[in-house]
RNA sequence: GCCGGUGUGGCGGAAUUGGUAGACGCACUCGACUCAAAAUCGAGCGGGAAACCGUAGGGGUUCGAGUCCCCUCACCGGCACCA
């Protein structure tokens, strides 16, 4: 059928997606935004004989649906299929191309089965572990946090601030691909989305540095291993584990004060306390690796234990902070690098830290050496040779926290035995269903708890008895690899059917920027470890990325229903029509920009469909007698066929709309002129009719029936452009005398330069501003511009 | 502070490779049609009387700069005591 993919060897294959929505109950008009563009690319691609794989799914799992299920007193599940049989609806209004026999919802438990299958092979292979650690609790969703969850301190989700936690949780490796993951060459992406992924991988080159101290040697990481001479302190993070054995008896009540209250902070507090630093002396001093000096070791919570190894050595003359620290407590500062010429730092006067490059001084063999990034390498090496350093590379991704406590997600099938700990259910017994009648209130603890009947289970290497674990998946798992799912939405036998991986990669992949870090770099990394257990051969699963702007409330402000700024795509439809809020959204702005919205300027695509309409079927218009020839129609219709080819090629929507209207004006003027009825007129109409099917379907098929066309205008090929008709013999280029417009001339696109220089001299407008002047130069650039150069 | 992006009429924006800045639309003005209005159709619409001036501001390269280079400013987004 029209909206059905099928294998076709004859025809390459273009798979195109966009981000999945979550099942709210509502496509709203950033659904709408979202979607439209990309379907009309995806037209426009089928009608130039791509297959096209186009689907789409619901990103069923996740707290909302949980939370409304609270509210309302149903069962998740319930709550989400009736969302999705109202959003189904919403889609197919919305008049896309979307291959639904395609669709699933990831809380399908053949779809989160492979959730599972998947988690027991990361587990298998040492990518998923369970670890006792600091987490990012949310006390209002009950429930542990990724790190990428986190924003500003508070829950993504709720924007309740987040506490710390000791608790046992699982893990998976992501840190295994940290490096890979910086490198973008497979992979097209918007260099906002680049640069947010590199930042928040973090990699910093520097070196680790062991002091030794009375609970054992100690090892810091740097990136500036060239300052270590400069090095006057040490500073352990609040909850580093040596700080206990570190305390002596004197400080031991300072410590454990100083100790408590840093970690009831929660992030919010600390960042809020950001700049007057705090901090408590252990009483104890660990020992220059090279000068054998007595280094006093601190406790500082600007020392972060989530980064490095939880302990800096500290260079007050070189680092800001170190700096305001010593200043605040009386610590030594001294100077190892020294700016081209200065004098010497003085300690006492000195008002900041200097942290650019310059000399190395005071620090014995490496004296005279070229500080910063200059000597480091240099530096490291020596430093080895001694044996006190070690180059090091350190980054600030940590690994994906995936388990959460709470009901609706995807079951860890993970079973407990007494005898032989931690095992992965096995393939045969999956998919581990999650039980249907759970009290599932958020209590902080997991809710499948609570259904023993559920937890018991047997060790599948004793048979004895075993319990299940009751946390749930991330709901980022299930994104991470649902694009791999569509090639084979029912398969039993694997994630995806191997016979159709060559589909792969995601052709475009469009969606919003908020998932610039979360989904893209976890499903980047779901892909490498897929490549990695050899089932795909693809390093990246998305060859090509774009993401849509948002469209905001007429206020400028981000639409929601308190501030009542909310536009409604149904009573949009309802009052225009799919195609007329089809073109505006592709028409209001740059599709990547977005931007507020913009009630009366839905007037503009509304009159031109109605334009449109008229061209085709209304009697001639009377109005003035137009001239447009037929070789200015035919010029018309095909450089606005080549124009709109390249436009969607580079995904400029909106004036890919513009060009259609300005072909219209065209049209209505033609219908005015001699050339109606032509077969110039004819072919202006066909070829119209065309270009207009992917931006706005339903009036193109409409058009398409009247004129007694058949099968769909969808199916029918993209029309070629004729270069001939694309080429004018003659061109219209302005001259300019010094630079400055004064007259256009118009004279062969070949025309030799005599021939059109003398063109240009002969202009009226132009020859007052030549007139008894001497000429010094004149440019001709065929086509494009007369430039005469006087004095 | 670091990283990325964006600055063009009253508004959204166009100018794809350095070559006639303001396409296309909204809003607005005038005209036609109408008893009238709406709808529709036609015309106009950066500033200035003009010379000229105009793409955030200043400098530069060039015959020619919205576009390239340097500096500055503003706004948006991300990260941020990351050693």
């Keep these: 059928g029209l909206y059905t993919f099928h294998e076709d060897p004859t025809k390459t294959k273009h798979y195109a997606l966009t981000m999945f929505p979550y099942p709210s109950g509502n496509l709203h008009i950033g659904h709408w935004y979202a979607n439209v563009a990309p379907d009309a690319h995806a037209r426009w691609m089928r009608m130039r004989g791509y297959n096209v794989l186009f689907p789409m799914g619901f990103d069923a799992f996740g707290l909302p649906a949980e939370n409304a299920a609270i509210k309302h007193g149903l069962n998740p599940a319930t709550w989400t299929s009736s969302n999705i049989e109202h959003m189904l609806g919403q889609f197919k209004r ?126 810091v990481f740097t990136t500036r291993p060239d300052t270590l001479m400069g090095a006057t302190f040490l500073v352990l993070a609040p909850e580093h584990p040596k700080v206990p054995a570190l305390t002596t008896p004197e400080q031991a009540e300072a410590v454990q004060t100083y100790v408590e209250a840093a970690g009831r902070k929660t992030d919010v507090e600390r960042q809020q306390d950001l700049g007057e630093k705090t901090g408590v002396f252990t009483g104890s001093y660990a020992t220059h690796p090279v000068t054998g000096h007595q280094l006093p070791i601190w406790v500082a919570d600007y020392v972060l234990m989530t980064y490095g190894t939880g302990s800096i050595m500290a260079v007050p003359a070189h680092d800001e902070r170190d700096f305001d620290f010593a200043r605040k407590f009386g610590l030594e ?36 050496l070229p500080g910063g990034k200059a000597s480091i390498a240099t530096v490291i090496e020596r430093l080895e040779a001694l044996g006190v350093a070690k180059a090091k590379t350190t980054y600030r ?83 991470s690899w649902y694009m791999y799912r569509y090639l084979s939405p029912h398969d039993d036998q694997h994630p995806f059917d191997p016979a159709h991986a060559h589909l792969l990669p995601v052709d475009l992949y469009t969606g ?38 948002i469209i905001l409330g007429e206020d400028n402000e981000k639409m929601s229903k308190s501030r009542g700024n909310v536009v409604d795509p149904d009573d949009l439809v309802r009052e225009y029509g799919a195609d007329t809020v089809r073109t505006y959204l592709m028409f209001i702005a740059p599709w990547e920009l977005g931007g507020p919205w913009d009630p009366s300027g839905i007037n503009g695509p509304a009159k031109w469909l109605s334009r449109v ?96 066309g058949t099968k769909s205008v969808h199916l029918q090929p993209w029309p070629e452009v004729d270069e001939a008709a694309a080429t004018r013999d003659t061109v219209t280029i302005g001259v300019q005398v010094n630079g400055r417009v004064r007259g256009e001339v118009e004279i ?42 006087v004095k």
């Design 613 to 708: 309409w008229a061209l085709y079927f209304d009697e001639k218009a009377a109005g003035p007698e137009e001239g447009v020839t037929e070789r200015e129609l035919r010029y018309a219709v095909h450089t606005t066929l080549k124009k709109v080819g390249g436009d969607f090629e580079r995904m400029s929507f909106n004036t890919i709309i513009a060009a259609l209207m300005e072909l219209t004006n065209t049209l209505v003027k033609a219908k005015r002129s001699p050339v109606f009825g032509t077969p110039a007129w004819e072919e202006a109409l066909d070829i119209f009719g065309r270009m207009l099917a992917p931006v706005a379907p339903y009036i193109a098929e409409e058009i398409w029936r009247e004129r007694g």
């Design 94 to 219: 919305m008049g896309t191309m979307i291959d639904w026999s395609r669709s699933f919802a990831t809380c399908d438990p053949e779809y989160y089965r492979w959730n599972q299958w998947f988690f027991t092979e990361f587990f298998k292979r040492g990518l998923a572990y369970k670890k006792n650690g600091l987490v990012n609790w949310c006390p209002k969703d009950q429930t542990v946090l990724a790190n990428e969850q986190v924003v500003d301190g508070r829950c993504e989700r709720c924007g309740t601030p987040v506490e710390r936690r000791h608790l046992s949780q699982w893990y998976l490796k992501i840190t295994d691909y940290a490096e890979e993951l910086l490198d973008f060459s497979d992979t097209d992406m918007p260099e906002r989305v680049k640069a947010m992924q590199t930042n928040w991988i973090g990699k910093s080159v520097g070196a680790e540095i062991t002091f030794d101290t009375p609970a054992g040697p100690e090892t």
């Design 512 to 549: 919003g920027i908020e998932h610039a870090i979360l989904h893209l770099l976890y499903s980047r990394f779901w892909t490498k470890v897929m490549r990695d257990m050899g089932l795909t051969v693809q390093n990246e699963p998305f060859a090509r990325l774009r993401n849509q702007g």
């Design 748 to 789: 062969s696109k070949t025309a030799a330069a005599e021939e059109a220089l003398a063109a240009a001299r002969a202009h009226p407008d132009v020859a007052k501003f030549t007139e008894g002047k001497q000429t010094v130069k004149e440019i001709y650039v065929p086509g494009r511009i007369i430039n005469l150069v």
């Design 333 to 368: 500062i001294r100077e190892v690098i020294r700016p081209e010429g200065a004098m010497p730092l003085n300690p006492e006067t000195a008002d900041a830290a200097y942290t650019g490059e310059g000399v190395i001084v005071n620090s014995g063999e490496f004296d005279g």
């Design 397 to 479: 991704l940590r690994d994906w926290l995936v388990s959460r406590q709470r009901y609706w997600g995807t079951p860890i099938p993970i079973v407990y035995c007494p005898e032989h700990g931690a095992q992965p259910v096995p393939e045969d017994q999956l998919p581990v269903k999650l039980p249907e009648n759970v009290e599932f209130m958020p209590t902080g603890q997991s809710p499948l708890k609570l259904d023993r009947e559920w937890m018991r289970a047997t060790c599948p290497v004793c048979g004895g008895p075993a319990e299940r674990d009751t946390d749930t998946m991330d709901t980022f798992v299930d994104s």
